[in-house]
């Protein structure tokens, strides 16, 4: 290198640093402590995932509005996990985006994912890299299990934190209210092949064989078959009074659909994989209603405390929240509380404590009652709501599944 | 429900799909029948296919929502909705062939089908770009009406797309076996120099298949939007494999092949997941469609002979 391309070169770098250093100005001492974020924003799912970030993005505002956290600014960073080529969300793209996230030094922690089947991608990426993420709505209960611990958390300390529940619940309440309140007595069982959807129609099987409902049937849609008419059709065969469906979106809606034509008075039951303002438009709306949803967290929509953070959220984002996008605000609000609780420890913000803080939290009278964790991550409050889509195609509270 | 008026039900559903397969695998089969190149941009000219029929409705007034209709609105409704979706196809078929095919046409190899392959997804994200990546409800004109056969029913909608089904199909088998054009198909086929040489004019021979076989995948793709009810970005691939199998099964290059292909195809997707379960739909159609190529590779109804179309 010559003389005077060392100093051009010299040059330039000081320029840099300068204006690096600049425009900051008098809050070039606030530090920035970035929430990675990694959802399905674009294919079947996008509405709800469209819901969740918002939840999140709410949270952040809200509290940059106050002057951040300890001393830190949060920052989201927003990618999709959804390729065309699945057309929903696809485990491989989430663990590419989260190796994005621990390349990064400046995320501390993450919201998400929606999916357990991303869930079982990550989990053990996050393991390695002592990084917390709280998922919003991801329910299967293997990636907490710590009998699968080598598997989806190979160090150890819990890292998938939920303030929802999981299917150990969501699926048998369920089956429990189909038992109990709707008096199912034979089932058909179908699932959507993802991790969610077997994972979660496996528990529902299970409880219902427990509690002696018939189940006459299992079987599997392929996401992408645009004919369900056969299945259907050998379900009407079997004359079961009541379908469950495991799964989400890109198979719900034209199950829905053809479900209608065939099968229009069966009990149809869902999950929170169903629980989708889309849901009604895309399967139509006399399709959509009478389905049962469920939702692995108490409800907050129609609680009366919740009608303020309704409005702001509406006012600020032109759209309907889901309880989901309540899970998701709070998840961001458990996150803060760790860093605060760092920095008051005098302690480095950096992810391990982050995720040693998040494991202790304790927040009392949130949106959704009190969070706290157990070992493994699980939030300790189990509650499981109903919904049912009525004739409009709206999603409307139906109370709290049955524990029996 | 008794078990033969199920197996009657599933039948129905299987000729149903059969009849969908049919008029995608006829565009496989007509292009391989001349140039002896697999065109897989037809799966994707089948999905932009239901994209154009859902924009014809659309600029007509009809949504997802909309009430279906009855008697002479819903005929004239038809009468004017396929020929435009089909003309639409045709011509997005005639633009490949000119654009993207005919300049690798006699190159030895597999760079004109890698080409196809390519053509595809060009076309898949396009869709994406301009529609999105969610499912769009299809307007439903046709109304659900249905009758019963002991417990088992046939709609409205499925007899509307038998009928329209086969008469396409007859409007083709005539355009081929009696017509000039039909004859120069024929002789392109069997010989594309010795047609050359007779004063054929094969660019055009080539550019008006392309043109027949997207069009009836045009008539496929409106088939689809009314019989399910919905379309994406997504359903080509299935849907169009399965068409492409029903036209290997049948012989490729031959027409009637292709039609009994996909019957055969439907019916044992129904009737396979009545038996078996549809988890394991791919798995008993490859596996039939292999069993056939290890007995007869030229298909159930082809021939070893230079005669194809």
């Known amino acids: ?95 590419t985006n989260v190796r994005k996230f621990v390349s990064d030094s400046q995320v501390v922690a993450l919201i998400g994912p929606q999916m357990s089947g991303e869930g079982k ?33 190979p160090k150890g300390k819990a890292v998938y934190f939920r303030t929802v529940t999981t299917d150990a619940f969501q699926g048998p309440n369920m089956a429990n209210h189909a038992f109990h309140n709707l008096k199912v007595k034979k089932v058909y069982i179908l699932d959507d092949g993802g991790a969610f959807g077997v994972g979660i129609a496996d528990s529902f099987e299970r409880r219902a064989k427990e509690l002696k409902i018939e189940v006459v049937g299992r079987d599997r849609l392929d996401p992408k078959e645009a004919d369900y008419k056969t299945i259907l059709t050998k379900i009407k065969g079997l004359n079961p009074d009541g379908l469950y469906y495991g799964g989400v979106q890109q198979a719900a809606v034209k199950l829905a659909r053809q479900l209608h034509e065939v099968l229009p008075k069966i009990h149809k039951l869902g999950s929170d994989g169903i629980y989708d303002l889309a849901f009604p438009e895309q399967s139509s709306k006399e399709a959509a209603e009478g389905w049962w949803a469920s939702n692995a967290s108490p409800d907050v929509l129609s ?34 509380d760790a860093i605060e609780r760092t920095v008051k420890a005098n302690k480095p913000v950096t992810r391990s404590n982050v995720r040693d803080a998040i494991q202790s939290a304790n927040l009392k009278n949130t949106l959704q009652g009190n969070i706290a964790f157990d070992a493994n991550g699980d939030i300790l409050s189990k509650v499981v709501s109903l919904y049912q889509v009525d004739k409009d195609g709206k999603f409307v509270y139906k109370g709290v599944a049955p524990e029996k | 429900m008794s078990v033969a008026e199920i197996l009657l039900q599933q039948v129905v559903n299987g000729l149903a799909l059969g009849m969908m397969y049919a008029l995608l695998a006829l565009g496989f089969t007509m292009v391989y029948g001349i140039i002896e190149l697999i065109n897989f941009a037809h799966f994707s000219v089948f999905m932009t296919g239901t994209f154009f029929g859902l924009t014809v409705l659309h600029l007509m007034g009809f949504t997802g929502s909309s009430a279906s209709l009855t008697g002479l609105p819903l005929v ?18 005639v633009l490949i062939e000119r654009v ?71 409007v083709l088998n005539f355009l081929v076996k009696r017509t000039a054009l039909g004859k120069a198909m024929r002789a392109t086929a069997q010989d594309m120099d010795a047609a050359k040489m007779m004063g054929v004019d094969i660019d055009r021979v080539i550019l008006l298949t392309f043109f027949l076989g997207s069009a009836l995948a045009g008539a496929g793709s409106l088939f689809f939007g009314f019989y399910y009810g919905f379309t994406a970005f997504y359903i080509g691939y299935q849907t169009g494999l399965r068409a492409f199998t029903s036209a290997v099964l049948g012989g490729i290059g031959n027409i009637p092949g292709a039609v009994a292909g996909a019957v055969i195809i439907g019916l044992i997707q129904a009737l396979g997941g009545q038996l078996l379960g549809v988890k394991w739909t791919d798995v008993i159609i490859f596996s039939i469609l292999i069993t056939v190529m290890v007995f007869r590779p030229a298909g159930l109804f082809g021939t070893q002979t230079p005669q194809k179309a």
Do not use: H
Not at chain 1, 138 to 149: A, E, G, L, R
Not at chain 2, 76 to 93: D, I, K, Y
């Open chain 2, 100 to 170: 993207c095919l005919r300049p690798v046409r006699g190159v030895s190899g597999t760079a004109p089908m890698i080409t196809t392959i390519g053509v595809a997804f060009i076309l898949i994200n396009i869709v994406l770009m301009i529609w999105g990546p969610q499912s769009k409800p299809f307007p439903k004109i046709i109304p659900d009406r249905r009758w019963a056969i002991g417990q088992a029913e046939i709609s409205l909608a499925q007899i509307f797309l038998a009928v329209a089904g086969i008469s396409l199909m007859l």
């Open chain 1, 1 to 95: 290198m010559t003389r005077r391309s060392l100093i051009g070169t010299l040059a330039v770098l000081l320029a840099v640093g300068l204006l690096m250093v600049l425009p900051g100005g008098g809050s070039a001492q606030q530090k920035v402590a970035k929430i990675g974020m990694s959802f399905p924003l674009t294919g079947a799912d996008a509405d709800s995932a469209d819901s969740i970030v918002k939840g999140a993005q709410l949270a952040i505002d809200e509290i940059n509005q106050k002057g951040g956290v300890a001393g830190y600014k949060l920052e989201a960073v927003v990618f999709d996990s959804a390729t065309p080529a699945a057309g929903q969300y696809d485990p491989a793209q989430a663990a």
């Open chain 2, 76 to 93: 004239g409704m038809l009468l004017l909705v396929f020929p435009v979706t089909m003309a639409l196809t045709g011509g997005l078929g």
């Open chain 1, 121 to 153: 991608a990550i989990s053990p990426i996050l393991s390695e890299a002592d990084m917390a993420t709280i998922t919003p709505s991801s329910t299967n209960p293997d990636i907490t299990d710590p009998k699968f611990q080598s598997q989806y958390r």
């Open chain 1, 303 to 336: 609680d009366k405390k919740a009608a303020e953070w309704i409005n702001t959220y509406k006012s600020k984002f032109k759209r309907e929240p889901i309880n989901y996008s309540i899970t998701a605000y709070n998840g961001v609000k458990v996150i803060a």
